[in-house]
């Protein structure tokens, strides 16, 4: 073991991405109420119940296209991928606990983000 420790190996931050950082801070990990839940828990959450949300709008619009099967299959796959990334390779940072208001600003913020 070297002594390094994980801050000094870590890359610094962009200026450009410090006041998303810092939006990201405020909404989610210091939003108000008791922090109660993990944030991986919320994120894998996200993830899984991506595709069946996919597959109920496939079948609340009747939209069975190949583009709409597409859709559901790379959204399935990256979901998949990411639990296996999210098992194999855990990330410590995604254990801090958020309160259930900053579990509802984290999904905002991923839906936007992916819309």
Known sequence: ???????E???PIPLWSKPLLWVNDRLIFEAPGKPV???NWAVNFHK????FLIYGMMNI????????W????????????????AFGFRDLQFDNKVSLFGVFNLYA???????
């Open 37 to 39: 839940i993990q944030v």
């Open 48 to 51: 899984i119940i991506t595709l």
């Open 9 to 11: 190996k870590r890359e």
């Open 1 to 7: 073991m070297t002594g390094i420790t994980y801050e």
């Open 109 to 115: 913020l991923l839906v936007l983000g992916t819309g």
């Open 61 to 68: 619009t009747d939209n069975y296209s190949n583009g709409a």
């Open 70 to 85: 597409v859709y559901l299959a790379l959204h399935g796959i990256y979901g998949y991928c990411w639990l296996i990334k």
